[in-house]
Nanobody
Framework: QLQLVESGGGLVQPGGSLRLSCAASGFTHYYAIGWFRQAPGKEREGVSCISSSDGSTYSESVKGRFTISRDNAKNTVYLQMNSLKPEDTAVYYC????????????????WGQGTQVTVSS
């Protein structure tokens, strides 16, 4: 299994931007990497995913604001988050699987520890 480590979270004002990173211990280009988030009192939900062939998917709530990308040389996947809203506040996790599928939490087997994103004025 891949070991995944997220970073890049923090406090940002509404309308601001953050870039999250998901660094892997192994070769990420064999895997689909998904980003998920969990807000207080809510279930973990899928946000975006990039497949091994660099296809990408986004949830409706972030489409047009977030961009997922990967740097295979660095074994790192990024989530660029623009036009952030207070409702984007959550702990963000990355996870790996062989495909993006339907971006369901239960599908992904390797998870990072999460990074906190807080959008507040």
């Amino acid at each position: 299994q891949l070991q995944l480590v997220e970073s890049g979270g923090g406090l940002v004002q509404p309308g601001g931007s953050l870039r999250l990173s998901c660094a892997a211990s192994g070769f990420t280009h064999y895997y689909a990497i998904g980003w998920f988030r969990q807000a207080p009192g809510k279930e973990r939900e899928g946000v975006s995913c990039i497949s091994s062939s660099d296809g990408s998917t986004y949830s409706e709530s972030v489409k047009g604001r977030f961009t997922i990308s990967r740097d295979n040389a660095k074994n790192t996947v990024y989530l660029q988050m623009n036009s952030l809203k207070p409702e984007d506040t959550a702990v963000y996790y990355c996870a790996a699987d062989l495909s993006c599928g339907l971006l369901r939490v239960g599908q992904f087997g390797s998870w990072g520890q999460g990074t906190q994103v807080t959008v507040s004025s």
